[in-house]
């Protein structure tokens, strides 16, 4: 019983352990309990049914090359992951544990075996060994560190538009405009660039955000059902002495949608312990904070709709397209406009009776007719899946200049957004 409990354990950890489960943590002394279980078993009882399969041929020769191929997979699936700058592909590095199995069947034949042998016919002294184990590490740590400080710089194409934004240097104009930028990771990394825009049209430009959270009140369930801490702490109070606001979040990562990349599950709302339709919620939600705003005094609110979602990191993916010499980064517009279609109708319809409201929609920003892409050349628009970098903030501010300085400043000269009902 003891064996199987462990083995048990083990297989357990395997179906249910993921990338997304911290580490260190207690869970990972489940895998390393069934182990000792599975031992302890085979030395109280080593006719048990876990002991004769692990003693089979098959499992002792497994066993006999366990250690150089625990030694070879590991480089061999990073070096894999690095190429491919951090994207998973299931067939290479099944091909990576393959040739890591081969190599090490020929590390126990041609190195381990010899060793042995060695051992026997003579004595090493315990202080040459440590010697010599010291000087190997110090060599391949000198070399690897050699290697990343000359000769990968040499080899990674240059990429712009990822720093930090462009301050003009110049006079402002007097601030006469004061507003909020309200989300959550989304206009986290817009804040700067659009406070040195906001800066230059003569605007005060103030943030309200929480990461993981959509700019209202609300409950939402993380991507492994808990609750998500914080989202239930909105401020309506944080609209008090702003003229204008400025709305962006990531709309589509709050309704349970399937994932758009393999690194973040999707948010849920949720509507307390009734089984409510999330757009409906978003709905209700965003229609809170604009009769918030409203009631606040704020003149004027820009809604930003969703952008592309993509199912790499960008700047990574556009490295790789460059050195492999074709076009590996883009998606198709169809699958992008089909995972925003609902979420365009919720917004447009929820801003549309309030009045000095505006939705403007970056999509054509970033995608063609046919395709999305998250780069022009070398300058990638997107740091990572979807927020955008100091290149994409500039896209998304120049694209809709008239209407982000009607939010700043009150200027009104028609803009360009998709749902507008203002006052002239």
């Not at 309704?255 to 978003?282: M, N, V």
Request: aromatic fraction near 10%.
């Amino acid at each position: 019983m003891m064996a199987i409990a462990g083995t048990t354990a083990i297989v357990l950890a395997v179906l249910c352990f993921d990338a997304e489960m911290p580490y260190p943590f207690y869970w990972a002394a489940v895998p390393v309990i069934g182990a000792t279980l599975i031992i302890t078993g085979g030395l109280v009882e080593p006719s048990n049914v876990v002991a004769r399969v692990l003693a089979t041929k098959p499992m002792v020769w497994i066993g006999l090359v366990s250690y150089p191929w625990y030694l070879w997979h590991w480089p061999l699936i990073s070096f894999v992951r690095t190429m491919n700058f951090g994207e998973q592909s299931f067939a290479e590095e099944i091909g990576a544990a393959t040739l890591s199995l081969a190599l090490a069947v020929l590390t126990y034949r041609f190195v381990e075996l010899p060793v042995r042998r060695l051992r026997k016919k003579r004595k090493f002294h315990p202080a040459a060994v440590v010697a010599l184990g010291t000087a190997s590490c110090v060599l391949v740590a000198s070399l690897g560190y050699l290697w990343s400080l000359r000769i990968t710089p040499l080899m990674l194409p240059q990429l712009s538009g990822l720093g930090p934004p462009q301050i003009s240097g110049r006079d402002y104009p007097p601030i006469s405009h004061r507003g909020v930028l309200m989300g959550d990771s989304h206009a986290l990394v817009i804040e700067q660039s659009f406070k040195e825009y906001a800066r230059r049209a003569g605007a005060s430009l103030t943030s309200v955000f929480e990461v993981g959270c959509p700019p209202f009140k609300g409950a939402v369930k993380d991507g492994r059902g808990r609750p998500a801490a914080r989202c239930d702490s909105f401020d309506p109070n944080a609209f008090q002495g702003a003229e204008f606001a400025i709305i962006t979040t990531r709309w589509n990562f709050y309704l349970g949608l399937p994932q758009s990349d393999p690194f973040h599950r999707s948010f849920l709302l949720i509507d307390g312990q009734a089984k409510k339709d999330p757009y409906e919620i978003l709905a209700a939600g965003l229609a809170a904070t604009l009769s918030d705003a409203k009631r606040a005094g704020v003149r004027r609110v820009l809604v930003i709709a969703p952008q592309p979602e993509f199912p790499w990191y960008s700047p990574a993916c556009v490295v790789k397209a460059i050195r492999v010499g074709s076009d590996t980064c883009s998606i198709l517009r169809a699958k992008v406009d089909a995972r925003r279609e609902r979420t365009m109708t919720v917004l447009r319809q929820t801003v549309a009776p309030f009045e000095n409201v505006r939705l403007i929609d970056p999509i054509n920003l970033f995608c063609t007719e046919a395709e999305c892409r998250p780069n022009k050349g070398t300058e990638p628009f997107f740091f990572d899946t979807s927020h955008l970098s100091s290149a994409g903030a500039e896209r998304l501010y120049q694209g809709y200049e008239r209407d982000f300085l009607w939010a700043l400043t009150g200027d009104d000269d028609g803009g360009n957004s998709v749902s507008k009902n203002s006052s002239r």
